[in-house]
């Protein structure tokens, strides 16, 4: 997706509007790569002004991610809105780089299959959301946190 800068040019402070569709298959992110289901939505409005372009753009689509506690897959809806500024050189500002940016942006940094996931156990690797510890694992045996022995006569 590329608006034509010319256009732009010719009618300064005219507000441009743009809507489509991305296709971007796949997306790196903090060293893991990560699919799109589907085309992103992308909706862009779009004004020159003093060599600037003055751009609105809107993103929504959906992502496949990985839980951050059960590492169970999951699809993850996203959606941003941004209000950017561009030098505007060349014939045409490619807005691909913005769109995976907001992309990039609009998804979570620790995606959840659901809010009271329990992850797993760092001792026996257990789900804990299916299964109970396995005997013998050293998670359950732990004694609390002497630090907040206060806090428990508290409550």
């Known amino acids: 997706m590329r608006l034509e800068l ?3 040019r010719a009618a300064p402070g005219r507000r441009f509007h743009a809507a489509g ?10 060293g893991e790569t990560l699919s799109l289901e589907g085309p992103v939505q992308v909706t862009a409005s779009a004004f020159y002004q003093g060599e600037r372009v003055f751009l609105t753009l809107r993103v929504s689509g959906r ?4 839980c951050s506690r059960c590492l169970a897959g999951l699809v ?5 809105k941004d209000f950017l500024e561009v030098a505007a050189e060349g014939v045409y500002l490619e807005l691909r780089p913005f769109i995976e940016s907001q992309v990039r942006l609009a998804i979570s940094p620790r995606p959840l299959c659901r809010p009271d996931c329990r992850g797993l156990c760092p001792d026996c690797g257990v789900d804990l959301n299916f299964e109970a510890h396995r005997p013998g694992c050293g998670a359950q045996a732990r004694s609390p946190d002497p630090r907040l022995a206060k806090l428990r006569e508290l409550l």
């Open 63 to 66: 992502i496949h991610r990985r």
């Open 21 to 30: 569709e991305e296709e971007i298959p796949s997306l790196d992110w903090w």
């Open 76 to 80: 993850e809806h996203f959606s941003r």
């Open 6 to 8: 010319a256009r732009l």
